[in-house]
């Protein structure tokens, strides 16, 4: 068995990643993590997040869910992030040690594989924007509870992107939740599976959430566009391999969306929707 960060292992696991590994993509997730910040924070602060806890983020991206455990537990505590995309997440704890967040460690790790979640047992185990792009979400789910010690929790938070749509509706949003679920759904994600946490809370044998959310968020076009453009360039390459469009339809697509901007800057765009699932175990 190969070593959780072998680049080989590391390669094979982001092949059917549908979003591109890129530096705007980078700055995409880091910005839609700060998008996010304030939902999750609310999570953490209604589970009760303690001082000198041991966390587990799985899937931690550009590390921004690590810096908000890290201010709960504390310099006593620890939060370790693992994450397939290893340049990202060393990028992520060399923040947050510069930061002077350095409870926080990172490890390239493949959350499907059969090696053991590193670390264990924690007081936390979180995961957002996870389960949405791995077709194993349920073995993924109960590897994830049993690294959970007693009396501590599963928190997990995904997207249900079904809702996304400007107000009235535009041809560009159409356009691009065409491709995007195309897109999503050729390598395996589930658009809505944010929605589906409770049932698949109940196949991974965990059991009924203890609470469930839901959050949204709404911006006018002036603003949203940034964040619809930077969707549709991560998955271009996947939308043209899939023939969802052409590089010269992607280009058409963004004099469109810059013209409805610009004769729309206050028309409203729902986000896609944040839920939220958490579960406490059992001493």
Known sequence: MRAPGDAATIAAMTTDY???RSPGEYARLRAQARA???ATARLFDHIGVPRGARCL???????????????RVGPQGHV???????PLGTDAINALHAAGHRQTAFAPFDLTSDEPIPGGPFDVVFA???????????????????AVAPNGYLAIQDYDVRACEALPPLETMDELRRIAHGAFEAAGCDVSVGARLPQLFARARIGTPDGTDVTGRLEPLKEAQRFLKSLHAGLLDRAIAEDLTTAEDAAKWRNALNQEAARFPDRPVLWPLMISAWKRKPV
Do not use: K, N
């Open 18 to 20: 549908a979003l591109a």
């Open 57 to 71: 983020d799985a899937g931690c991206g550009p590390g921004e869910t690590m810096r908000l455990l890290a201010q």
């Open 128 to 146: 957002r924007l996870l389960l949405y792009h791995l077709p194993q979400r349920i073995d993924v789910l109960e590897r994830l509870w049993e």
């Open 36 to 38: 996010w910040e304030p």
């Open 80 to 86: 370790l992030g693992l994450d397939v995309d290893a």
